[in-house]
């Protein structure tokens, strides 16, 4: 949950101003806050005890600017940082989701099933730090939080800025103890197999709702994670032999990540799409709601809001507001907005896949109310993956994608966005990249798009957002349905990469 500010706490980090507190970590306070221009971040500020020196200074800002670099699906995006403030912070993309070790505290641990996909989704994104040449050092349940189109690694690269400088806060070797690998409680540089034994860990959390490694004394539990085997007894059975490869002690044992994907596919030779665990929704619109809530008492009566911010999955990317600095030249000083008071989020998850792989995301959004039609909505037709109209009859393609925007009452003016992952294919190899209609366009309900698709889709992603109690979207591929949902003044669905067949992609 989101927690008021405490005495003592900083009311600002560069541009941003700081709303609540989120959690607290061994290197230092997390933040909700919010840009000038209304976008939405979680920020991390760091401890005065390890900023002190500049060693750590300049480690943080070379991690930091390394960390730039993930992208993917399943982490969450860093934005903005300065490692030279009097405190140094980072800000990245606010994930609206409990994390793991919340979920499974209040609602137990997860099947077989959910335990693969979860696998599956960080498996995704520890290939997306480890490609941006880092490791994340410190994966663990509460790292990872849980959202509609899957979970999201947060926290990655920065650790070794701390590690580097010898620093432990109160008793704990770097990282948390019951989730680090044997090499690096030796004090050994961490590689990717190192986030591999981290990732066995959380498997087995998510499985049991336990550490593999118990706990009490720090001393006590690394002398475990070296020596002992963890106890496997309570994992599903089918999942003993993957989770027991990934803690294996030597980390010339463990399996790649690739190899961890591959150990996740059930007999049936393919994982499960990611759905929210049981108990999770609830949570999710929770932390909309708290997040809502904590912005309506920053908002003045008579100011109208447009927007809040953008759900996690969908990418904005409008630029700062005028005269808005970004404190560091990253992408948080993005135009969004903060909630306004009075509505409530929307109560229906709807889910509905021909494919199998339906996901419908709840959120909250607020827009003012227009009259008449804007000169500049986007009429029914066919449109590029980028956005651009084709034309109003059919292209010449070997699929095609159906978007359909409805509304109870016909002539609602809603904001339609897209984000399809695509990966295009010739004599010279593959490049995998995303399209999209950037910051979406208006158009007037019922609206049909059709994309035509002459390349590899791997995943689709579409909002509707809007002053309209219930929105309708639905996403077709070639003509079958895929995806559905309906909300209250935003709506999402998506078909996500499975990741069990990612090669194969949608078509």
């Not at 700081?18 to 979680?42: E, F, H, I, K, P």
């Not at 137990?108 to 959910?114: F, K, M, N, Q």
């Not at 639905?474 to 709506?491: F, M, V």
Request: aromatic share 4%; with cysteine.
């Amino acid at each position: 949950m989101i927690e008021a500010l405490r005495a003592g706490d900083p009311a600002q980090a560069g541009p941003y101003r700081l709303l609540g507190r989120l959690a607290a970590g061994g290197m230092g306070q997390v933040y909700v806050g919010r840009s000038r221009g209304g976008r939405v971040v979680a920020v991390k500020v760091i401890h005065p005890g390890l900023a002190g020196g500049d060693e750590f200074r300049v480690r943080f800002a070379r991690e930091v600017e390394a960390a730039r670099l993930v992208g993917g699906y399943h982490t969450a995006e860093v934005v903005d940082a300065d490692a030279y403030a009097d405190r140094p912070w980072m800000a990245t993309a606010y994930v609206p989701g409990p994390s793991l070790h919340d979920a499974v505290a209040r609602n137990g641990v997860l099947d077989a099933e959910a335990v693969r996909a979860l696998g599956a989704g960080l498996v995704g994104g520890l290939e997306a730090i480890h490609a941006a040449g880092l490791v994340h050092r410190d994966l663990k349940p509460a790292n990872v939080l849980l959202t509609a189109d899957g979970p999201r690694v947060i926290d990655f690269g920065i650790a070794r800025a701390v590690d580097a400088t010898s620093v432990t806060t109160s008793g704990d070797v770097l990282g948390t103890a019951a989730y680090m690998s044997p090499e690096q409680v030796r004090g050994r540089e961490a590689e990717p197999p190192s986030d591999v034994f981290a990732l066995g860990c959380v498997l087995f959390f998510a499985a049991t709702g336990r550490s593999p490694f118990g706990g009490g004394p720090t001393e006590a539990i690394v002398y475990r994670v070296v020596h002992e085997d963890a106890d496997l007894g309570a994992v599903p059975p089918e999942l003993r032999g993957l989770v027991g490869d990934c803690l294996a002690k030597d980390a010339a044992d463990r399996p790649t990540t690739a190899e961890v994907l591959d150990g996740l596919r059930p007999a049936s030779g393919a994982v499960a799409p990611w759905r929210l665990p049981s108990g999770v929704g609830p949570m999710v619109a929770e932390r909309a709601r708290e997040l809502g809530e904590l912005q309506a008492r920053e908002v003045p009566a008579d100011t109208e809001v447009v927007r809040a911010p953008v759900p996690e999955g969908v990418r904005d990317d409008v630029g700062p507001a005028p005269g808005e600095s970004s404190g560091g030249g990253g992408r948080a000083g993005e135009e969004g907005a903060s909630a306004g008071a009075g509505r409530r989020p929307g109560r229906r998850w709807i889910a509905a896949a021909a494919t199998g792989a339906a996901v419908v995301t709840a959120g909250v959004w607020w827009t003012v109310a227009q009259s008449g039609v804007p000169a500049d909505a986007m009429e029914s037709g066919t449109y590029s993956l980028s956005g651009e109209r084709l034309g109003s009859g059919p292209v010449d393609a070997p699929h095609s994608v159906e978007l359909q925007i409805t509304t109870p009452r016909p002539g609602e003016v809603v904001t339609v966005t897209y984000n399809a992952l695509v990966v295009d294919s010739d004599d010279g190899g593959t490049q995998q990249g995303q399209q999209g209609n950037g910051k979406g366009f208006k158009v007037v309900t019922p609206w049909t798009g059709t994309l035509p698709v002459d390349s590899q889709l791997q995943t689709l992603a579409l909002t509707a957002q809007g002053d309209v109690e219930d929105i309708t979207c639905r996403i077709a591929l070639d003509g079958a349905p895929a995806a559905e949902g309906t909300e209250s003044y935003t709506s999402t669905c998506g078909v996500p990469v499975d990741m069990s067949t990612v090669l194969d992609g949608l078509f």
